[in-house]
């Protein structure tokens, strides 16, 4: 299996921060990494798939960047209601989801 | 608009079976495969495996095999999943989820999701 390797596990920011994580493949999986959004209690959301693509009506302080074994995901401009934690995953094989980074308020 | 409606909570007893709905409005239910995903309470995603809703064949990740099975009533929309044999460890909100196709891109992406369905499995 493809292990990806998220960082950091958590933050803790303030609203108007420029937020980034990222994500490590462990082998090489082109640009087959999608980014999802779970708030407390509900499914996961859509934001980035293929790695930089913006899925629709996403805000664009949304931006997703990488390829091959490494992944960039960035809030440019963050706002109370992003608090939620962010999965990557990859789609290269059977799909994998990293362990997630948790986004809370300083 | 697209929708995905799961079925609604089940507490089980070790060694009982469960069966979770998820009902699709709003699109052509053969078009697009269906995956399911696991989440074990504060836990992360994990992924079962998936159904070609045209065909109805299953694929399973290695550690859903065996217990696990996914099935379809096609005229209903409806893709399901049973759990035979519950343990503690089966304990979780389980998602269903759309596998769109973006002809553009040529890739293929999961859009759409159920609210969850949880099961409780205690004795």
């Known amino acids: 299996d493809i292990v990806m390797t998220q960082s950091p596990t958590s933050m803790s920011i303030s609203v108007g921060d420029r937020v980034t994580m990222n994500c490590k493949a462990s082998?090489?999986?082109?640009?087959?990494v999608d980014w999802y959004q779970q708030k407390t209690g509900q499914s996961p959301k859509l934001l980035i798939y293929k790695a930089s693509n913006r899925y629709t009506g996403v805000p664009d302080r949304f931006t997703g960047s990488g390829s091959g074994t490494d992944f960039t995901f960035t809030i440019s401009n963050m706002q109370a209601e992003d608090l939620a934690v962010y999965y990557c995953m990859q789609s290269n094989s059977y799909p994998t989801f990293g362990a997630g980074t948790k986004l809370e308020l300083k | 608009q697209i929708q995905l409606v799961q079925s609604g909570p089940e507490l089980k007893k070790p060694g009982e079976s469960v069966k979770i709905s998820c009902k699709a409005s709003g699109y052509t239910f053969t078009d697009y495969a269906m995956h399911w995903v696991k989440q074990a309470p504060g836990k992360g995603l994990k992924w079962m495996g998936w159904i070609n809703t045209y065909t109805g064949k299953p694929t399973y990740a290695d550690d859903f095999k065996g217990r696990f099975v996914f099935s379809l009533e096609a005229s209903a929309s409806t893709a399901n999943l049973q759990i035979s044999n519950l343990k503690n460890e089966d304990t979780a909100t389980y998602f269903c989820?759309?596998?769109?196709?973006?002809?553009?891109?040529?890739?293929?992406?999961?859009?759409?999701w159920g609210q969850g369905a949880s099961v409780t499995v205690s004795s």
């Open positions: 082998q090489n999986v082109g640009s087959n």
């Open positions: 989820a759309r596998y769109y196709y973006d002809g553009y891109w040529d890739y293929y992406v999961m859009d759409a």
